[in-house]
């Protein structure tokens, strides 16, 4: 699985055959089961029993379920449970996407098996990823949160934040999820001065990128300083400050996420690799 990328297509139903390829994308809660070595289970060794399962499509030429486990569920040997965080960048890039899609289709299927508007039960649809209730006709879709992260630049200085959760010395961008009525770009507007009252301007979109903790999709930009001198308010966000590219402060390490990537574009424009 670490040679060339394969391309993962999506789909409802499954090949008649490929059973012994199949990969299978096994969740308790939000962990998922992998082999001690970190591998996902093929069908023949994932050796539990399913609440439900999902057909998501294929990887290359293997088919790829997803299924729930039930919260009591103990790892077979030779197995453990991860969490998808912990597995980032552990996990070849397009396995870690499947199961990024996989997390948030059992996630959906558990918490919809019964209508919100009537309380009917639900089943699930033919045609579309949907599950349809049995007693009014609505449809209801696997949810996403769209979220924004932006790399704010002042001059040759970039904005970096540390919330209270990061780890201790962990500075990053800023993100914040999108509110109903409003645009992706008034959201990076607001959030930046919400959080820091910096006004900024020029704002350009940068790239996307799945981010299923627990469903969102990231939307980065990059943006200008406008006006403002940096206020936190102590709660979000505890320290923000502007930094060169040959000054930055310690980041999340590696370079498996949007935050990560807008963090180099910006060194590689500003002289620092």
């Keep these: 699985m670490h040679g060339a990328r394969q391309r993962f297509q999506p789909g409802l139903a499954p090949p008649e055959d490929g059973e012994e390829t199949a990969l299978w994308f096994l969740f308790r809660g939000r962990e998922l089961l992998v082999t001690l070595e970190g591998a996902v289970p093929a069908a023949a060794d994932a050796g539990a029993a399913l609440l439900r399962r999902q057909f998501l499509g294929l990887l290359g030429t293997r088919p790829c379920w997803c299924g729930e486990l039930p919260p009591g569920a103990e790892a077979p040997a030779g197995m453990t449970f991860r969490d998808l965080r912990w597995l980032y960048g552990r996990l070849p890039p397009e396995l870690h996407e499947v199961a990024g899609r996989a997390v948030q289709i059992v996630e959906w299927d558990r918490s919809h098996q019964?209508?919100?508007?009537?309380?009917?039960?639900?089943?699930?649809?033919?045609?579309?990823?949907?599950?349809l209730c049995e007693r009014c006709g609505l449809a209801h879709y696997p949810r996403l949160a769209p979220s924004m992260i932006v790399a704010v630049e002042r001059d040759d200085t970039l904005l970096l934040a540390r919330a209270p959760h990061f780890p201790r010395g962990i500075y990053s961008?800023?993100?914040?999820?999108?509110?109903?009525?409003?645009s992706v770009e008034e959201t990076v507007a607001r959030e930046v001065f919400e959080e820091t009252r910096i006004e900024v301007g020029d704002i350009e979109y940068f790239g996307s990128q799945p981010w299923p903790y627990p469903h969102s999709l990231m939307l980065g930009f990059r943006a200008r300083w406008r006006a403002g001198e940096i206020q936190v308010d102590g709660r979000e966000i505890e320290d923000a400050g502007w930094f060169r590219a040959d000054a930055l402060p310690p980041t999340f390490p590696g370079n498996v996420s949007i935050s990560q990537w807008l963090i180099a574009d910006f060194r590689a424009r500003h002289g620092s690799p």
Excluded: D, H, S
């Excluded at 019964?114 to 599950?131: D, S």
């Excluded at 961008?173 to 409003?182: Q, T």
């Design 114 to 131: 019964f209508c919100g508007a009537c309380g009917a039960p639900t089943r699930p649809a033919q045609a579309e990823r949907a599950r």
């Design 173 to 182: 961008v800023l993100a914040g999820f999108v509110e109903p009525g409003e």
